[in-house]
């Protein structure tokens, strides 16, 4: 399984099922992006004498769940996915890509982030192919950075701007059994419930849940 970092962990494989989270760039301020860094290295330095598998997962999810505290607070910079025509761009995008980059099991977008849940499609046919060997070691970076691309211009142009609109880094995480799948479906549903933003994950305007999986979920 090829593994990378940036800012976050990333661990891929062609096929695999994940939990992704995309945000908007300024969306973090520079003082909470510096306290989740020194997050990590805290709990790297914690469990610096054990590095099993679990340990990783560990780091990788407690990571993540401080990240998105902060990104829920929505307390900084643009909140453009609230806006009818841009979320539109962004999930028209994001269902064109369903069944050729990936199996689409679900998504939400917020006000300044984006989750999906989704299997890779390991099909070297499709149009999206790229023969960069980088690229077909870490698929779900370019298949996201094949949608932020796209969705950044469309939505720049229809904001009348220039500049950055996606933040450069994701969250991807291998869902490794059927229980995570479960619960990261159930989690990217129910953001906007426990943003309290709606009492029932239905109720808004920018979710998607893959029909097999919906009774599950009620």
Avoid at 127 to 132: A, D, H, L, N, Y
Avoid at 163 to 181: H, K, M, T, V
Avoid at 195 to 213: D, G, I
Wanted: glycine share 4%.
């Amino acid at each position: 399984m090829p593994f990378y970092r940036r800012n976050l962990p990333h661990l891929q494989f062609q096929g695999g099922e994940y939990f992704v989270t995309f945000r908007l760039f300024g969306s973090l301020p520079a003082n909470t992006i510096q306290e989740l860094k020194s997050y990590r290295k805290q709990i790297q330095d914690e469990l610096k004498n054990n590095v099993r598998e679990e340990n990783r997962i560990n780091i990788e999810r407690k990571i993540f769940a401080k990240y998105e505290s902060e990104l829920d607070k929505n307390s900084c910079g643009p909140k453009w996915l609230s806006m009818p025509d841009i979320a539109g761009i962004i999930k028209d995008s994001i269902h064109f890509r369903d069944g050729k980059q990936y199996d689409l099991y679900a998504y939400c977008l917020m006000s300044n982030h984006v989750h999906m849940v989704f299997r890779h499609i390991n099909n070297e046919t499709h149009e999206f192919t790229v023969k960069s060997r980088e690229l077909e070691v870490f698929p779900i970076t370019h298949i996201l950075g094949n949608l932020k691309k796209y969705t950044s211009r469309k939505c720049n142009q229809a904001l009348k701007r220039k500049g950055s609109f996606w933040q450069a880094e994701n969250f991807d995480r291998l869902i490794r059994s059927d229980a995570e799948l479960e619960s990261c479906v159930f989690y990217t549903l129910n953001n906007p419930v426990k943003a309290n933003l709606v009492s029932h994950w239905q109720q808004w305007p920018h979710t998607y849940c893959k029909p097999e999986f919906l009774e599950s979920i009620r």
